[in-house]
């Protein structure tokens, strides 16, 4: 079944602490930070410096682990892992971490994003003998690594070299962790401190969850080990060009988070007041409103532009779980409601500008659309704080086919005429980085350019 929920599907989330008092319990802390990255599965692996443990189920992470299910995972390592599957299936087997044993010890992989050439990887290491238990990418990993020869950093060095793709790794043995992040820097990963140990995360507002503080975003290209003799830096590569994902910054991070330096909240403020600019002159509204939750920070940051009056428009639902396509129309809508209430009170007789953050498929837009107008907005004009969505990611982000993104099949007037819009207006590229400063991002689903091939 298709979830009809017309969003863009989540990323994964990594969390890592290296020489803490109950690491386990402090990874539980950091991954609930990262809750929003993915809710198909949860896993935490621990070392003693002695043995690994590991436990990981599926769904939400309180549903995958337990109190019970944290009291075997001794020691002071650890890394966990939050899934949204992009590779491989949703068996219990491609539940990360994914833990194997080796004759050097025992090593565990946690991992974010999606390796592009691991077909062609899988048939190579299938040739030459390799078994594997799940489908999941980020097995492929942990063969390359055993077929390398050296020092274990050196064994991640080179198999990491092999890789194509988007990807941000934690490795943890008996005594050290290993994080590795993509040449091009697609996936985030940074370091943070806690007392005398340290943490890893996709995203730093994990680190406020634990209790520490950051230090530095892994560079593109680089292998951080951290171990008895501190944290020591190696390259598998040379830096590409560094080119973060911009959905990190459009939809996938939390508000809270900082990225590249940059923080979220205020980067999506600035797309609103970007947008409220083009719009200077020709639109009249009587309120601005943003769809919940990645969408609010645009439709303050054009309401201050604008001088329009910010109200709450759409009130979401936290409490209501997956959705999905039923098989009458009516039944579909009332999906949507379950979803997003309307407050009639604040938008009946309005002329409303209402901010989203993307249009994927178009259909949860138009829905939104026709609920508000039937609650008696008198107006709604439609501002898409991205470019339109025009290319499928390869890089660990699950988007639909070509033919499935609405944007590659219409263009703006006619997908304004679809939506039942009043008007439309999307971001370009130039706007998203004049609002994040820089231009270091890979926008390769708005224009088709994939800088670590496809």
Aim: neutral net charge; glycine residues 10%; contains cysteine.
């Amino acid at each position: 079944m298709e979830e009809f929920w017309d969003k863009l599907k989540e990323e994964c989330g990594v969390f890592g602490v290296y020489q803490l008092k109950d690491a386990a319990s402090t990874t539980y802390l950091g991954l609930h930070a990262l809750q929003h990255r993915g809710q198909e599965g949860a896993g935490i692996a621990s070392s003693d410096g002695k043995k690994l443990y590991c436990r990981k189920g599926k769904g939400l992470l309180t549903e995958a682990l337990s109190s019970e299910d944290l009291l075997p995972l001794a020691g002071c390592h650890s890394i966990g892992h939050v899934r949204y599957a992009t590779a491989g299936g949703d068996e219990v087997e491609n539940i990360q971490p994914i833990v194997a044993r080796a004759s050097f010890g025992s090593l565990a992989v946690a991992h974010n994003g999606q390796i592009v050439n691991a077909g062609e990887l899988r048939v190579m290491l299938e040739r030459r003998g390799h078994l594997f238990l799940g489908s999941s990418d980020s097995e492929i990993i942990l063969h390359l690594i055993q077929m390398e020869e050296g020092p274990l950093v050196a064994k991640i060095c080179r198999a990491c070299a092999k890789l194509k793709g988007a990807f941000a790794f934690l490795f943890l043995t008996e005594k050290s962790i290993y994080a590795v992040r993509d040449r091009n820097g697609l996936r985030p990963l940074c370091l943070g401190k806690k007392g005398d140990g340290y943490v890893l995360s996709s995203e730093t507002c994990a680190f406020d969850s634990v209790g520490a503080s950051w230090v530095r975003d892994i560079e593109p290209g680089e292998v951080l080990k951290i171990s008895s003799h501190g944290v020591q830096s190696f390259r598998y590569a040379e830096a590409g060009k560094h080119c973060t994902c911009a959905m990190e910054y459009i939809y996938f991070a939390r508000p809270d988070s900082v990225m590249d330096g940059r923080n979220i909240y205020h980067m999506r403020k600035e797309t609103g007041k970007i947008l409220a600019r083009a719009d200077a002159g020709q639109i009249e509204a009587d309120l601005v409103a943003g769809v919940p939750d990645s969408s609010l920070s645009a439709a303050l940051g054009y309401a201050e532009a604008s001088g329009i009056p910010y109200e709450v428009a759409l009130i979401k639902n936290r409490y209501v779980g997956r959705t999905f396509i039923e098989p009458t129309q009516e039944q579909r809508d009332l999906g949507v409601k379950r979803k997003l209430a309307v407050n009639r009170y604040a938008i009946e007789g309005k002329r409303l500008i209402l901010l989203d953050d993307s249009v994927v498929r178009g259909t949860t837009s138009k829905r939104i659309i026709r609920l508000l107008k039937e609650a008696g907005a008198k107006e709604v004009h439609l501002r898409i704080a991205s470019p339109e969505i025009r290319f499928p990611c390869f890089y660990g982000i699950d988007t639909p086919t070509q033919e499935e993104l609405i944007a590659a099949q219409m263009n703006v007037d006619e997908l304004c005429q679809f939506l039942g819009a009043d008007s439309l207006r999307f971001l370009s590229t130039k706007d998203l980085m004049e609002a994040y400063g820089g231009e270091e991002f890979c926008f390769a689903c708005f224009d088709g350019v994939y800088p670590a091939g496809k």
